[in-house]
């Protein structure tokens, strides 16, 4: 089995890839049964100048099958440090993945437990604005990088990074 890993936003570029490039992505992975797809979907609710949140199984039902998203509650709901994630894939995947877990890490508190499931069920009306709030420290950040002589940055999508390109620095 061959994995290909998918990371939209991405971390640490901000980019984000669109619903016309992941069903282009998707026909490519079709013609190619024995290639599972792990998607991390942890900044889905962090994007930018309007961009829309697509994953790949969703463009392409016959994918779900053979995908398996990853997220957690650190970066959307501000719960960094108490190490909740979750999984949805194949039913075979999950329980060998629990079988390994259960054996491997320690347990969360039960407080940080609650905690989740009362982010992931509760109002969500605070996501967008939040994500309104990281564009505007992006924009920020950006104006100050690009008046630096010698740095240049792509704009990003999504998520909370910055990737300046520093090679004409380099050699000074």
């Known amino acids: 089995t061959k994995w290909l890993l998918l990371n939209t936003p991405s971390n640490p570029t901000g980019a984000v890839y669109s619903r016309d490039e992941l069903a282009g992505l998707a026909g ?14 942890i900044y889905e609710h962090i994007l930018f100048d309007g961009r829309t949140f697509h994953t790949i199984a969703g463009v392409e ?7 398996l998203t990853v997220n957690g509650v650190s970066k959307a709901y501000a719960m960094t440090g108490w190490r909740i994630g979750y999984a949805g894939g194949p039913e075979p995947l999950i329980r060998a993945m629990a079988t390994v877990q259960s054996q491997s890490t320690s347990n969360p508190s039960s407080i940080s437990q609650a905690a989740t499931i009362a982010a992931l069920e509760g109002p969500q009306d605070f996501l967008r604005p939040r ?23 792509q704009t990003p999508e999504g998520a909370f990074y910055l990737y300046p390109n520093c090679s004409a620095l ?3």
């Open 28 to 41: 490519v992975l079709l013609d190619h049964p024995h290639v599972h797809v792990l998607t991390d979907d």
């Open 61 to 67: 039902p016959r994918l779900k099958d053979r995908t």
């Open 131 to 153: 994500a309104l709030e990281f564009q505007a420290r992006r924009d920020r950040a950006l104006e100050l990088l690009r008046k630096i002589p010698g740095l240049t940055c």
């Open 170 to 172: 380099i050699g000074r």
